[in-house]
């Protein structure tokens, strides 16, 4: 997923996103630029995430993943290669869908170039890992069924990817143990909050628009008083700090 705003000239920030497809788990890593060596940290960053042990990884089209260097280095980690539907502008469908309900939804589609850009996703995609895939549910296609144009489609019940993980048979027991210390020891009020305090130093980071920046000191989250504003916030809806910032007009 790329940041680049309203234009896609040079070089931009890029959200690499993984999802298994049997549990739905989903990790994504914030790559500063489309090299090959940046896409091989991020895999084993998101190696070092998932609750589980990869076997192989299957990347879309993307010239960035499709390469020698990257193929030729998954293979020597023993990590299967595989290629999604060619010629199809929704090549890798269960990382497409992802695209548009976490990243976009929460980052926004603003242009983030730089180191500094590189970790204010980061910092908000450490924190929305942990609430999306151990609280919130999702759902799982069962079975499909064309009926000469129409297309039925059942689902499972919605459930957390984290249930999906511990109720399947090829994760080893120690993993589970691991899982189940995790969400003992998360608050999912407390990792909402910190998800906004991450939106909103994306969001100020937007409106310096690079010019005049100068270090701020990180925001402290209020659990108390972010749960008192939880009261109204349900009925007059919360404006995310990334979408839609104010136009302000700055001489070049």
Known sequence: MAHFGTSSSGSFVQTMVLT???TGWTEGIPVRTRDS???IVAVKQARSLFPFPLLGVDF???SAFMNAFVV??????????????????NDQAHAE?????????????SRFVG???TAAPGQLYAVVRLYGNLFQPSFKL???????ARVIKRYHPPVPPVARVLAHPGVTELDK????????NADPVLLFAGIRAAQEELGRRIDRRGLHAKLEEPIVVDVQRFAANLKTAWKNGETRPTHRRPYRRTKP
């Open 37 to 39: 060596g940046n896409v």
């Open 177 to 184: 143990e691991r899982l189940r210390a995790m969400m003992e």
């Open 60 to 62: 879309d089209n993307d």
């Open 115 to 117: 180191a500094e850009a």
């Open 72 to 89: 030729s280095w998954c293979r020597s980690e023993e990590l299967e290669v595989t290629r999604s539907r060619a010629y199809r502008k």
């Open 142 to 148: 069962q079975e499909k069924t064309r009926i000469g």
């Open 20 to 22: 298994d497809i049997a």
């Open 97 to 109: 869908q992802k695209n548009g309900a976490i990243v976009r939804r929460l980052v926004g589609y």
